[in-house]
């Protein structure tokens, strides 16, 4: 977490060179941001809208070896006395490969230990395969169009499986389509893609995020809701550092937790990734995170409605492996 000053600041401590950034203002409404090495440190996507890739020079200026500089950029990345919240992944240090395994060469950044990759490819307007280089399947897929008209953020989960997706930019039950995952679940080398234009237009440009749980630091997966204020506890075997929660049966936000923001329970403050709103619109909608997964402590529908909600989660220094990833 930090705090905006409208000048260029360094934001440290996060004991390792982030290669994706996930920006979110915390105290005001502002348009989050999406910053990756593979893309560059002046290439922006907003999770909460359709709009295409844009560039700005003054948001995230480098990628450093414990943490990013910020540059004097406002809205969305450093408003002074905004308060904001960083979530961020290591892949492979900007150094990306050329991944030729499926049938569309695409440009591949991985981290296999902590189950992460960052795939660019061109569409060709028809279904095809892209190699992720991972070790295992990802099970949480993140995939936008970069380029031409805009276009929303699909999804892929594990726990809906390939023949149905989810909209990043908006509070929607998953739907069903063949043209998004090509009815296909990704393989421990290829993700499927179909022939939507939200995948694969001819010769436009796509980013694709990918993650796979792995024992003791990250988990994909999906509980029932009670409608209850005894919520539903989800065992992830860590304690997480950060969750997120989507009703794929009904309307709901994504709404995420994390332990930089809640420092104790139970988690009063989630923030939504659907929508530019502040943090205290999403107060009234308490977890708690526990040393082995999260418990829902609310019947409000927002968070915890009867019927099958997907989440994710990421660990807090996991016991198992430390800073391995």
Same mark, same amino acid.
């Given at each position: 977490?930090?705090?905006?000053?409208?000048?260029?600041?360094?934001?440290?401590?996060?004991?390792?060179?982030? %290669?994706?950034?996930?920006?979110?203002?915390?105290?005001?409404?502002? $348009?989050?941001?999406?910053? %990756?090495?593979?893309?560059?440190?002046?290439?922006?996507?907003?999770?909460?809208?359709?709009?295409?890739?844009?560039?700005?020079?003054?948001?995230?200026?480098?990628?450093?070896? %414990?943490?990013?500089?910020?540059?004097?950029?406002?809205?969305?990345?450093?408003?002074?006395? *905004?308060?904001?919240?960083?979530?961020?992944?290591? *892949?492979?240090?900007?150094?990306?490969?050329?991944?030729?395994?499926?049938?569309?060469?695409?440009?591949?950044?991985?981290?296999?230990?902590?189950?992460? $990759?960052?795939?660019?490819?061109?569409?060709?307007?028809?279904?095809?395969?892209?190699?992720?280089?991972?070790?295992? *399947?990802?099970?949480? #897929?993140?995939?936008?169009?970069?380029?031409?008209?805009?276009?929303?953020?699909?999804?892929?989960?594990?726990?809906?499986?390939?023949?149905?997706?989810?909209?990043?930019?908006?509070?929607?039950?998953?739907?069903?389509?063949?043209?998004?995952?090509?009815?296909?679940?990704?393989?421990?080398?290829?993700? $499927?893609?179909?022939?939507?234009?939200?995948?694969?237009?001819?010769?436009?440009?796509?980013?694709?995020?990918?993650?796979?749980?792995?024992?003791?630091?990250?988990?994909?997966?999906?509980?029932?809701?009670?409608?209850?204020?005894?919520?539903?506890?989800?065992?992830?075997?860590?304690?997480?550092?950060?969750?997120?929660?989507?009703?794929?049966?009904?309307?709901?936000?994504?709404?995420?937790?994390?332990?930089?923001?809640?420092?104790?329970?139970?988690?009063?403050?989630?923030?939504?990734?659907?929508?530019?709103? *502040?943090?205290?619109?999403?107060?009234?909608?308490?977890? %708690? #995170?526990? $040393?082995?997964?999260?418990?829902?402590?609310?019947?409000?529908?927002?968070?915890?409605?009867?019927?099958?909600? #997907?989440?994710?989660?990421?660990?807090?220094?996991?016991?198992?492996?430390?800073?391995?990833?």
């Amino acid at each position: 977490t930090y705090t905006g000053t409208g000048s260029t600041q360094s934001i440290t401590g996060l004991n390792f060179q982030p %290669d994706l950034l996930w920006l979110k203002c915390r105290s005001i409404g502002q $348009s989050a941001r999406l910053i %990756d090495s593979s893309r560059g440190v002046s290439k922006t996507l907003t999770p909460a809208d359709t709009q295409n890739e844009q560039t700005e020079s003054n948001g995230i200026t480098s990628f450093d070896s %414990d943490g990013f500089t910020i540059g004097s950029a406002t809205g969305g990345f450093n408003t002074g006395s *905004a308060t904001y919240v960083a979530w961020a992944w290591r *892949a492979n240090g900007g150094t990306t490969a050329s991944n030729s395994e499926g049938s569309t060469t695409c440009t591949v950044q991985a981290n296999t230990k902590g189950g992460f $990759s960052m795939i660019t490819y061109t569409g060709t307007g028809s279904a095809a395969t892209l190699g992720h280089g991972l070790e295992k *399947a990802p099970e949480f #897929i993140m995939a936008k169009r970069r380029s031409s008209a805009a276009q929303s953020w699909k999804n892929y989960h594990v726990g809906l499986g390939a023949t149905k997706y989810l909209t990043l930019n908006a509070a929607d039950a998953a739907a069903t389509s063949s043209g998004m995952w090509n009815d296909t679940a990704p393989s421990t080398t290829l993700i $499927s893609i179909g022939n939507e234009s939200n995948v694969s237009t001819s010769s436009l440009d796509y980013i694709i995020y990918a993650w796979h749980s792995v024992e003791g630091y990250s988990k994909f997966g999906t509980y029932e809701g009670n409608a209850n204020n005894d919520g539903t506890f989800v065992y992830t075997g860590f304690r997480p550092r950060m969750v997120f929660i989507k009703n794929s049966d009904g309307q709901s936000p994504w709404l995420v937790w994390d332990t930089a923001r809640a420092t104790f329970n139970p988690a009063n403050n989630g923030l939504a990734w659907n929508d530019d709103a *502040a943090e205290s619109d999403y107060t009234g909608y308490p977890a %708690d #995170i526990l $040393s082995n997964g999260f418990k829902l402590r609310s019947s409000n529908a927002t968070i915890n409605a009867s019927g099958t909600w #997907i989440y994710g989660a990421w660990g807090d220094v996991p016991f198992k492996y430390n800073n391995t990833f």
